[in-house]
């Protein structure tokens, strides 16, 4: 059993130190952490051990204000753009300029359809009544607007009572016949 320890050890550091090392840290400063199951099946004569291990994807640095972690998902990452959907992060070369980016192109990654979709299963791109594609005309993100027309419509509910119609009328006098036949 020992010698299973001993090569999980060294299995452990062979690969913690890669990812310390691709963070940019040495061994003094970053530490790395992992989850292993050890896996054993077969006979005496034929034993199969092998390790499943789940490792961070990143390294944590002990710091005089706390732990940080740094992982390859931190919006600072430099190898972000490389695993993420988007593409964003600090790795993402196509943005040339230091301007940051505009809001239609934040947005660009997913649109507010697919976004319902996601969180709350609300399937908005596809019209009920005719199985048509919906398209979004506005997109109203201002809180100011937002609770103004919420602040109308709640007024509006508390205060409108039942919907009253015009009395209905006949058709007007003296056009041709026909015309409201």
Not at 13 to 38: C, E, Y
Not at 50 to 76: C, E, I, K, Q, W
Request: aromatic share 6%; proline share 6%.
């Amino acid at each position: 059993m020992n010698l299973i320890f001993n090569v999980l050890g060294i299995v452990y550091g062979v690969i913690a130190t890669h990812l310390i090392k691709q963070a940019g840290f040495t061994k003094k400063r970053a530490q790395t952490g992992a989850a292993t199951l050890i896996q054993r099946f077969g006979s005496a004569l034929n034993l199969n051990i092998h390790f499943h291990m789940l490792f961070l994807d990143g390294v944590y640095l002990n710091r005089s204000d706390g732990t940080r972690f740094h992982g390859v998902f931190a919006p600072n990452s430099k190898h972000r753009a490389l695993v993420t959907p988007s593409k964003r992060g600090k790795g993402n070369s196509a943005r040339a300029s230091d301007e940051p980016p505009t809001p239609a192109e934040r947005r660009a990654s997913m649109t507010w359809a697919q976004r319902l979709k996601r969180v709350f299963n609300l399937a908005i791109e596809t019209c009920q009544a005719c199985g048509g594609a919906v398209k979004v005309m506005a997109c109203i993100e201002e809180p100011a607007v937002i609770k103004q027309i919420l602040d109308h419509l709640k007024h509006k509910a508390e205060t409108g009572g039942p919907r009253v119609l015009p009395e209905s009328r006949a058709p007007p006098v003296g056009l041709p016949h026909g015309l409201f036949d």
